[in-house]
Every structure is written in structure tokens, then in C-alpha cells.
């Protein structure tokens, strides 16, 4: 097995497309993070717990601000570029470095939705991505029930690459999982 090289230094500009900015998660975030812990979904999907109080939410953002210090990948919270308002959050997680790859997940606050703001948010990710040494692909793991992260991906240029049954266990149950990628241009 590859040793996977160390991560490049957290980015001195933060990465921004359209109406957001990704950048450092604050405690500040706490209400944010509570807003993600009110859908069903995003509980399933990370550590952050259902329903999470002030102190869970703080907890989730400790464990997010040290992402990056343990080598796992570079975790944003996804901020309105024009007010700094935290309106959700965002992951390129790099365990994969050695061989090129990574994978990418986003979820924006239940109360901010409906406006694109994900779809700038992959964006910004995926251009940050791109600036990391010997990062050739970032991959995207959707239920195809998520029409509207399949829209989100499509629309920050990701392509639909198939249907991977029976990938990975969620909430107890092994599930079915849409693969979309995006390959470094160039």
C-alpha cells in the first residue's frame, strides 16, 4: 500500500464560487450545525447527531476544526460570501491521497436551501480540490433517491459514472449509491 502524503497547509485564501466562501469551521457555527441536525438525513450520514443540542453541536465542530490536523482531508463550513453567515458545510476527504483519489460531501442548513447555494459550494470545492498535489479525481456517493444532490452535482459539473449496489451500510441497512466523479482537468 501507498504511504499517503501528508496534506498541503490549510488554503491562505479561502476557496469561493458564486454567492459562498469556504472556510475555517467556528464556534460560532454551533447554530448552523443544529439547523443540519434538525434533517433526518444528515445524522445518517456524519457524526453529528440528531436533533444535536448547543453541546453536541459544539462537539461536531471540535471534531470538524480537526479534520485537517489528523490528516483526514480539509473540512469548510460553507459561508454566505457576501454576509459570513454559516449556511452549511462541506468536506474533500483524502484518504485516498497515495492514489489520486478523494471524495467530496456537502449538506446545506434546512433553513438556507433551495437557493444553488451547494451547487457554488461543490464548486469551490472541487477548484480548491484541484490545487492539492497528486489529486487526480474527487468521487460523490448519492442514494438516487437525493434528486436534488444529483441535481447539485450535475450542475458543479460532475458526471454520472453508475449505479454501485449494495455499497455502504446507513442507519443499519446496506444501500445502493450513485457514482459521480469529476477528474482533474488537464
Known amino acids: 500500500m501507498t504511504q499517503a502524503p501528508p496534506l498541503p497547509p490549510w488554503p491562505s485564501e479561502p476557496p469561493s464560487h458564486g454567492r459562498v466562501v469556504l ?50 482531508g480539509f473540512s469548510f463550513t460553507i459561508a454566505d460570501a457576501a454576509t459570513d453567515a454559516a449556511v452549511g458545510h462541506c468536506g ?37 480540490g484541484w490545487t492539492v498535489p497528486g489529486l487526480f479525481r474527487i468521487a460523490l456517493y448519492i442514494e438516487p433517491w437525493n434528486v436534488g444532490s444529483v441535481r447539485t452535482a450535475e450542475r458543479a459539473g460532475y458526471g454520472r459514472e453508475g449505479l454501485l449496489r449494495s455499497h455502504q451500510p446507513i442507519a443499519g441497512e446496506r444501500r445502493d449509491m450513485l457514482l459521480y466523479a469529476s477528474v482533474r482537468p488537464g
Open 92 to 128: 474533500l476527504w483524502l484518504k485516498e491521497l497515495a492514489d489520486g483519489r478523494g471524495t467530496a460531501g456537502y449538506a446545506i442548513a434546512p433553513s438556507e436551501r433551495g437557493r444553488g447555494l451547494a451547487a457554488d459550494a461543490l464548486a469551490a470545492l472541487t477548484s480548491f
Open 23 to 72: 472556510r475555517e469551521v467556528r464556534e460560532s457555527d454551533v447554530a448552523m450545525a443544529r439547523d443540519l441536525a434538525t434533517d433526518p438525513y444528515v445524522p445518517e450520514i456524519g457524526s453529528l447527531p440528531a436533533g444535536a443540542d448547543d453541546d453536541e453541536a459544539l462537539a461536531w465542530v471540535h471534531r470538524q476544526r480537526g479534520r485537517h490536523a489528523e490528516g483526514t
